[in-house]
């Protein structure tokens, strides 16, 4: 007969049986007052028996022909920024770039939302504790505990977090803690709200709680925004929304860029170890990773395209919102019916060449800022001035892609400051000087790469710029050839693009030689481009200095 295991088997009463309760229980119930005599509290569970528990309780929940677990967010499959907000309390409200992406949120309501959440978790049979750190440099990491109410989440952050060995995790003690009831809607008549969606971040308590959705990315992005706070303000640290890899001789590269631009797929190169793929910092001494590990979209994933991706999906991995067959468990990646934005999450080790532990103490060599410009307007690579650097870390573009909307029938620019306006705590701006400045201290080089449509537009007769010149782009950037290269200038933007890269045809270097539908059109095309980014920074120019607004296109 093969055992049982039953870790929260309730009393016939309905209240657990008596026990020593433990530090984590007594402090789950004397600062949320988390009912330990009602309420199973699952303790830092192993992959394994979150498994079990996914399995049993969550429906939706399977296990994949390659071992990875699947779940499903329910109505949410992406982000919530509009319902993000941030308590407006003393310590912080001087520092916060108030506006659309950090709404304020008054105490009391914060209070009212805190309540919900410790109800809605005092009424399950068991919760799930997880803690972890957040920054592989010990100097500056925060203790981070996320208390939640699906294995789902838990096994998520347990792979996002950085893994503590067991002895850290003795006396284990939090600088934050989530509150994660996600299943659980907020009052959306509460003052304040706009929907029953709730994502609150509280630094002077340093708490988050989050209400009405139960998409993992809140949880992870959420740490992020802590960070974007912490790092700056209390060490003088610049967070990044970045990926990083290291080359062979210690040579380190950072790449910006927003959903879509080969941020991931990039930095996944078998020549250079992977420092991390989406979340930084850089202080005085090097570049270290947040994360412990890795959210990769997963859409259209292929072992052929992205093997390291591919093969990272196995046992312990957590793949959301994906469509598999019912028999062989086999997913296909192809279908998008569930969303666009499906995901894969694992630890950072299942990738091979995975720097372990992820950081580098060297300042990073290149600094790439990515973009994927559907209109086939900017350059493939440009080399730019620390002032030109500014100004596109400020405007953070790429393309909103035609077709994926309704009525969207050509490309849509978007926007994002320093390539990560959805969690930015701090003025835009201040990482801007920041990262300005520590490119010229430690002599980086910085390059603009579009990864989008080269000979004409997505809907004049362009084509994507094959991955294969890309790669041979970065390995030119790599091997230094391409910091010594001729240039010429690309007037309206007023960019320096090179005129050969060995292994790249020339005629897709500048875009206005390889137009193929008119010059007219072409024309017509960088203008409006052009005329977009200048809009876009009329809001950051009474921060900017002459010189950086100068670093612009100009009409």
Same mark, same amino acid.
């Given at each position: 007969?093969?055992?049982?295991?039953?870790?929260?088997?309730?009393?016939?009463?309905?209240?657990?049986?008596?026990?020593?309760? +433990?530090?984590?229980?007594?402090?789950? =119930?004397?600062?949320?007052?988390?009912?330990?005599?009602?309420? %199973?509290?699952?303790?830092?569970?192993?992959?394994?028996?979150?498994?079990?528990?996914?399995?049993?309780?969550?429906? *939706?929940?399977? $296990?994949?022909?390659?071992?990875?677990?699947?779940?499903?967010? *329910?109505?949410? +499959?992406?982000?919530?920024?509009? &319902?993000?907000?941030?308590?407006?309390?003393?310590?912080?409200?001087?520092?916060?770039?108030?506006?659309?992406?950090?709404?304020?949120?008054?105490?009391?309501?914060?209070? $009212?939302?805190?309540?919900?959440?410790?109800?809605?978790?005092?009424?399950?049979?068991?919760?799930?504790?997880?803690?972890?750190? /957040?920054?592989?440099?010990?100097?500056?990491? $925060?203790?981070?505990?996320?208390?939640?109410?699906? @294995?789902?989440?838990?096994?998520?952050?347990?792979?996002?977090?950085?893994?503590?060995?067991?002895?850290?995790?003795?006396?284990?003690?939090?600088?934050?803690v989530i509150y994660n009831a996600g299943p659980f809607p907020a009052n959306r008549y509460t003052e304040g709200m706009t929907s029953s969606t709730s994502v609150a971040i509280n630094f002077a308590e340093k708490e988050m709680v989050?209400?009405?959705?139960?998409?993992?990315?809140?949880?992870?992005?959420?740490?992020?925004?802590?960070?974007?706070?912490?790092?700056?303000?209390?060490?003088?640290?610049? +967070?990044?929304?970045?990926? /990083?890899?290291?080359?062979?001789?210690?040579?380190?590269?950072?790449?910006?860029?927003?959903?879509?631009?080969?941020?991931?797929?990039?930095?996944?190169?078998?020549?250079?170890?992977?420092?991390?793929?989406?979340? =930084?910092?850089?202080? &005085?001494?090097?570049?270290?990773?947040?994360?412990?590990?890795?959210?990769?979209?997963?859409?259209?994933?292929? %072992?052929?395209?992205?093997?390291?991706?591919?093969?990272?999906?196995?046992?312990?991995?957590?793949?959301?919102?994906?469509?598999?067959?019912?028999?062989?468990?086999?997913?296909?990646? &192809?279908?998008?019916?569930?969303?666009?934005?499906?995901? /894969?999450?694992?630890?950072?080790?299942?990738?091979?060449?995975?720097?372990?532990?992820?950081?580098?103490?060297?300042?990073?060599?290149?600094? $790439?800022?990515?973009c994927c410009d559907a209109r086939g307007v900017l350059p493939v690579i440009s080399k730019l001035t620390p002032e030109q650097v500014m100004y596109h870390f400020i405007s953070g573009y790429t393309s909103k892609m035609a077709g994926?909307?309704?009525?969207?029938?050509?490309?849509?620019?978007?926007?994002?400051?320093?390539? %990560?306006?959805?969690?930015?705590a701090l003025s835009p701006m201040r990482y801007a000087k920041m990262l300005a400045k520590k490119i010229t201290e430690h002599k980086a080089n910085a390059w603009l790469l579009n990864t989008g449509w080269v000979g004409g537009s997505?809907?004049?007769?362009?084509?994507?710029?094959?991955?294969?010149?890309?790669? /041979?782009?970065?390995?030119?950037?790599?091997?230094?050839?391409? @910091?010594?290269?001729?240039?010429?200038?690309?007037?309206?933007?007023?960019?320096?693009?090179?005129?050969?890269?060995? *292994?790249?045809?020339?005629?897709?270097?500048?875009?206005?030689?390889?137009?193929?539908?008119?010059?007219?059109?072409?024309?017509?095309?960088?203008?409006?481009?052009?005329?977009?980014?200048?809009?876009?920074? &009329?809001?950051?120019?009474?921060?900017?200095?002459?010189?950086?607004?100068? @670093?612009?296109?100009?009409?």
């Open positions: 007969m093969i055992p049982t295991v039953n870790r929260t088997s309730l009393h016939p009463s309905g209240v657990l049986p008596a026990h020593k309760h +433990t530090e984590i229980e007594e402090e789950l =119930h004397d600062k949320a007052n988390i009912d330990y005599d009602r309420v %199973a509290i699952v303790p830092n569970p192993s992959v394994a028996a979150l498994y079990e528990d996914a399995l049993v309780y969550e429906t *939706g929940t399977a $296990i994949t022909s390659s071992g990875a677990l699947t779940a499903y967010s *329910g109505v949410k +499959t992406g982000r919530s920024p509009n &319902d993000k907000r941030i308590v407006k309390e003393p310590s912080s409200e001087n520092e916060i770039w108030w506006g659309p992406v950090n709404k304020p949120m008054s105490p009391e309501v914060w209070r $009212i939302n805190r309540e919900r959440a410790i109800d809605y978790l005092n009424t399950r049979s068991r919760i799930y504790v997880v803690d972890g750190f /957040a920054g592989w440099d010990e100097r500056y990491r $925060i203790n981070v505990r996320v208390v939640c109410a699906r @294995a789902y989440h838990a096994l998520f952050m347990r792979n996002m977090l950085i893994r503590p060995r067991p002895e850290e995790l003795e006396h284990f003690e939090p600088d934050y989050i209400l009405g959705t139960e998409y993992a990315g809140e949880m992870k992005k959420g740490v992020f925004t802590v960070l974007f706070y912490e790092m700056p303000v209390k060490h003088n640290v610049l +967070t990044l929304h970045s990926s /990083a890899n290291e080359g062979k001789n210690g040579d380190v590269t950072v790449f910006f860029g927003l959903s879509g631009t080969g941020k991931t797929t990039l930095s996944a190169d078998q020549n250079r170890a992977l420092i991390g793929d989406d979340e =930084h910092c850089w202080t &005085d001494t090097g570049v270290f990773n947040i994360e412990g590990g890795c959210y990769a979209k997963c859409v259209n994933l292929s %072992a052929e395209k992205e093997p390291d991706i591919f093969n990272a999906i196995r046992f312990g991995s957590v793949l959301e919102n994906v469509v598999f067959d019912p028999e062989t468990r086999v997913v296909d990646y &192809d279908d998008t019916t569930l969303t666009e934005n499906t995901r /894969a999450s694992y630890p950072i080790e299942y990738i091979s060449n995975a720097k372990i532990p992820c950081i580098s103490s060297r300042h990073p060599t290149n600094i $790439i800022l990515l994926t909307e309704e009525g969207v029938t050509e490309p849509i620019a978007t926007f994002s400051a320093c390539f %990560a306006q959805p969690f930015l997505v809907i004049k007769g362009g084509r994507r710029c094959p991955l294969k010149y890309t790669r /041979a782009i970065l390995d030119s950037i790599h091997s230094g050839e391409l @910091a010594n290269a001729e240039y010429e200038n690309y007037e309206v933007f007023n960019l320096n693009i090179p005129t050969h890269i060995e *292994g790249v045809p020339s005629e897709i270097l500048n875009p206005r030689t390889s137009w193929k539908s008119g010059k007219d059109e072409f024309t017509t095309e960088v203008t409006g481009l052009a005329q977009l980014f200048i809009k876009n920074f &009329d809001k950051y120019s009474h921060e900017a200095t002459s010189e950086v607004r100068a @670093a612009g296109p100009v009409l």
